[in-house]
């Protein structure tokens, strides 16, 4: 499909100097605050967001993710969007739109250094929530992690339908192989960032 132009979600990940989240908490807040844009009744049939959202997820479910702290976090609270506060971790998602009429607030914000230092992830929360797993193979920043993330999540979410609470944990494979066989979605990149096109970068279940 041509895409003139492509569209986009943008994600903001707040990243302070001084006290910085960890790298699975951070894509975990990125994947759910995706999940949690969709499911938002402004989203839905009727609602103010809904045609946008639908003219996006009918194209390639583009994600840029973005580092924002300070007074440029503070700024974008007035934009369309939701705000999720995970676990240390504080990620808005924004209502999807065309790459060249982003708004400034967002524009600004610079796409590089988004990478955190690796973490073990905690252990799993109850029952049900979307396991999104990452490929431990593929070198992809956090920024690019947590993106990735977001898409394991919508692809599930639009798979399996909305799973109560919405809660994701994001892992790295020890196994990939076993990961892959058990998922119910796979990402595979579009190559615009960091990775080669096609790359299998994420593969997400719902345990239940």
Same mark, same amino acid.
């Given at each position: 499909m041509t895409e003139d132009p492509p569209w986009a979600m943008q994600l903001a990940l707040r990243i302070e100097k001084a006290a910085p989240p960890?790298? #699975?908490a951070i894509c %975990? =807040? =990125?994947a759910m605050a995706v999940v949690r844009l969709l499911t938002d009744p402004r989203s839905a049939p009727g609602g103010e967001w809904h045609d946008a959202v639908a003219?996006? %997820?009918s194209r390639r479910i583009r994600k840029v993710a973005r580092r924002a702290r300070g007074a440029r976090w503070e700024a974008l609270a007035a934009l369309p969007g939701v705000l999720v506060d995970h676990d240390g971790a #504080? =990620?808005?998602a924004f209502v999807p739109g065309p790459v060249t009429e982003v708004p400034p607030e967002i524009s600004k914000l610079q796409?590089?250094?988004t990478d955190l230092p690796r973490d073990e992830p905690k252990p799993p929360p109850e029952p049900p929530y979307a396991l999104v797993t990452l490929d431990p193979g593929v070198a992809m920043t956090t920024g690019k992690s947590a993106?990735?993330?977001g898409h =394991?999540?919508?692809l599930l979410l639009r798979a399996r339908g909305e799973w109560p609470g919405l809660r994701v944990r994001v892992v790295e494979a020890d196994d990939w192989a076993r990961s892959v066989a058990e998922a119910d979605v796979a990402v595979r990149d579009g190559g615009f960032t960091e990775v080669a096109p096609g790359t299998m970068t994420a593969v997400a279940r719902l345990i239940s």
């Amino acid at each position: 499909m041509t895409e003139d132009p492509p569209w986009a979600m943008q994600l903001a990940l707040r990243i302070e100097k001084a006290a910085p989240p960890s790298h #699975l908490a951070i894509c %975990e =807040a =990125a994947a759910m605050a995706v999940v949690r844009l969709l499911t938002d009744p402004r989203s839905a049939p009727g609602g103010e967001w809904h045609d946008a959202v639908a003219a996006w %997820e009918s194209r390639r479910i583009r994600k840029v993710a973005r580092r924002a702290r300070g007074a440029r976090w503070e700024a974008l609270a007035a934009l369309p969007g939701v705000l999720v506060d995970h676990d240390g971790a #504080l =990620a808005r998602a924004f209502v999807p739109g065309p790459v060249t009429e982003v708004p400034p607030e967002i524009s600004k914000l610079q796409v590089g250094g988004t990478d955190l230092p690796r973490d073990e992830p905690k252990p799993p929360p109850e029952p049900p929530y979307a396991l999104v797993t990452l490929d431990p193979g593929v070198a992809m920043t956090t920024g690019k992690s947590a993106a990735q993330s977001g898409h =394991a999540a919508q692809l599930l979410l639009r798979a399996r339908g909305e799973w109560p609470g919405l809660r994701v944990r994001v892992v790295e494979a020890d196994d990939w192989a076993r990961s892959v066989a058990e998922a119910d979605v796979a990402v595979r990149d579009g190559g615009f960032t960091e990775v080669a096109p096609g790359t299998m970068t994420a593969v997400a279940r719902l345990i239940s």
